[in-house]
C-alpha cells in the first residue's frame, strides 16, 4: 500500500460515524449489512449515513452492492489487511510479527484493489452501484 492510500483510508476512519459503521461490518463480515439498517442499528439518519458510508467506499475500505431494492455494504477485507500491513510494516526495527501483522502477510495488492474499485464506479451509468 502506497502513503496516499493509507492516508486516504485513516482520513474516511477519523470520524466517529464512520468508524462505528466500519468495525459493525467488519462484525457483519462478507455478506454485509443494508444501508437502511447500518443506518437503524447506530442511530443515525439514513441521508447522514448515506454519506458516510459513500466517503468509506470511496476510500476503498467498503464494497456495496444491490439486492433487489436495497444497497449492502461490506467491508473490503484485502484493503483493510492492506492498511494494517501498512501500519505495522516498520514494527519494532523491523520485525512486524511482534505486532502479530506480517508486513506482506495479507497476501494482496490493496491499491490495485482500490483502484480498480474507483475505475469500475467511474465508469457505471450514474446511479447504479458498483461492488
Known amino acids: 500500500m502506497i502513503e496516499e492510500t493509507a492516508v486516504t483510508a485513516l482520513a474516511a476512519l477519523a470520524h466517529a460515524d464512520r468508524l462505528s459503521a466500519f468495525r459493525m ?6 455478506n454485509g449489512v443494508p ?3 447500518i443506518a437503524e442499528r447506530l442511530a443515525i439518519a439514513p441521508t447522514r449515513m448515506s454519506f458516510h458510508l459513500a466517503a468509506l467506499e470511496r476510500s476503498g475500505l467498503v464494497r456495496s452492492w444491490r439486492d433487489g431494492r436495497r444497497i449492502r455494504y ?3 477485507f484485502e484493503a483493510m489487511r492492506g492498511l494494517l500491513a501498512f501500519l ?3 514494527c519494532c526495527e523491523g520485525h512486524p510479527e511482534i ?3 506480517a ?6 495488492d490493496a491499491d490495485e484493489t482500490i483502484k ?5 464506479r467511474a465508469l457505471a451509468p450514474a446511479g447504479e452501484e458498483t461492488r
Open 74 to 76: 461490506a467491508a473490503h
Open 88 to 90: 505495522t510494516e516498520d
Open 116 to 120: 480498480e474499485t474507483q475505475q469500475a
Open 99 to 101: 505486532c502479530g501483522i
Open 35 to 37: 444501508s437502511g439498517e
Open 103 to 108: 508486513a506482506d502477510a495479507c497476501g494482496c
Open 25 to 30: 461490518l467488519v462484525r457483519a463480515g462478507p
